[in-house]
């Protein structure tokens, strides 16, 4: 099903929720705006971040909704943005849908809670379902959670990597600032050892005029 607003478009599933009330065991949402609806009415549809910022909308909007299956185009209202980013997933309740006038009956799904999440227990468990010639299709959520994991996990280590580069540059550049600035120094008052400083005692006294604008500068702020 296609999403569209503006001239803009998007993919999205349609989920149509008989029982609001029992949905909550499943799902909670977590409004991104004040005037989000935390819960699925039949104000209209909730709508996840992700697809809000594509289509670039709000609560309020109305949103076209066109499906090659039924050939239809209804129009339902943006009732709430809720934190989702990782695909575009629509809900809305029956009634809602009842209300756009499409007379066919969209494919069903049923979801099942369980406390189990090894795959060997799955496995068994989704070739059970599929010997139902009713069933098209089983899919479970731990893996979906695995995968977005691993890919989140092979980011981290992206981010970290930049951000060592970025720290050992930004190392090798103040050294050489600091260099360059303390041979001028060292220029500028060489004169000092005509009183007797000695070497050691000549790079003190440049450090310490180098370092002070440093720390002056950091508690300025």
Same mark, same amino acid.
């Given at each position: 099903?296609?999403?569209?607003?503006?001239?803009?478009?998007?993919?999205?599933?349609?989920?149509?929720?008989?029982?609001?009330?029992?949905?909550?065991? +499943?799902?909670? /949402?977590?409004?991104?705006?004040?005037?989000?609806?935390?819960? #699925?009415?039949?104000?209209?549809?909730?709508?996840?971040?992700?697809t809000?910022?594509? #289509?670039?909308?709000?609560?309020?909007?109305?949103?076209?909704?066109?499906?090659?299956?039924?050939?239809?185009?209804?129009?339902?209202?943006?009732?709430?943005?809720?934190?989702?980013?990782?695909?575009?997933?629509?809900?809305?309740?029956?009634d809602? +849908?009842n209300?756009?006038?499409?007379?066919?009956?969209?494919?069903?799904?049923?979801? !099942?809670?369980?406390?189990?999440?090894?795959p060997? +227990?799955?496995?068994?468990?989704?070739?059970?379902?599929?010997?139902?010639?009713?069933?098209?299709?089983?899919?479970?959520?731990?893996?979906?959670?695995?995968?977005? !994991?691993?890919?989140?996990?092979?980011?981290?280590?992206?981010?970290?990597?930049?951000?060592?580069?970025?720290?050992? !540059?930004? /190392?090798v550049?103040?050294?050489? !600032?600091?260099?360059?600035?303390?041979?001028?120094?060292?220029?500028?008052?060489?004169?000092?050892?005509?009183?007797?400083?000695?070497?050691?005692?000549?790079?003190?006294?440049?450090?310490?005029?180098?370092?002070?604008?440093? /720390?002056?500068?950091? +508690?300025?702020?």
């Amino acid at each position: 099903m296609s999403v569209h607003y503006d001239g803009k478009d998007v993919s999205a599933t349609l989920n149509i929720i008989p029982d609001p009330k029992a949905f909550k065991d +499943f799902m909670t /949402f977590h409004p991104q705006t004040r005037d989000s609806a935390d819960k #699925l009415t039949n104000d209209g549809a909730l709508v996840p971040i992700k697809t809000a910022q594509k #289509l670039n909308i709000g609560v309020g909007d109305e949103l076209t909704f066109k499906t090659s299956e039924y050939n239809r185009t209804v129009k339902i209202k943006v009732a709430g943005i809720y934190e989702q980013y990782t695909g575009h997933e629509i809900y809305i309740t029956k009634d809602t +849908f009842n209300k756009t006038g499409i007379k066919e009956a969209p494919v069903c799904s049923i979801l !099942l809670k369980n406390a189990q999440t090894d795959p060997e +227990f799955e496995n068994d468990l989704g070739a059970k379902i599929m010997n139902n010639k009713d069933i098209r299709s089983v899919s479970f959520y731990s893996s979906v959670i695995e995968n977005f !994991l691993n890919m989140i996990s092979s980011i981290k280590v992206i981010v970290i990597v930049l951000v060592v580069s970025a720290a050992l !540059l930004a /190392f090798v550049v103040l050294y050489n !600032l600091s260099n360059v600035n303390i041979s001028e120094r060292m220029r500028e008052i060489a004169t000092i050892k005509v009183l007797g400083f000695k070497r050691k005692r000549s790079q003190c006294l440049c450090q310490s005029r180098n370092d002070y604008p440093c /720390f002056n500068r950091k +508690f300025d702020r």
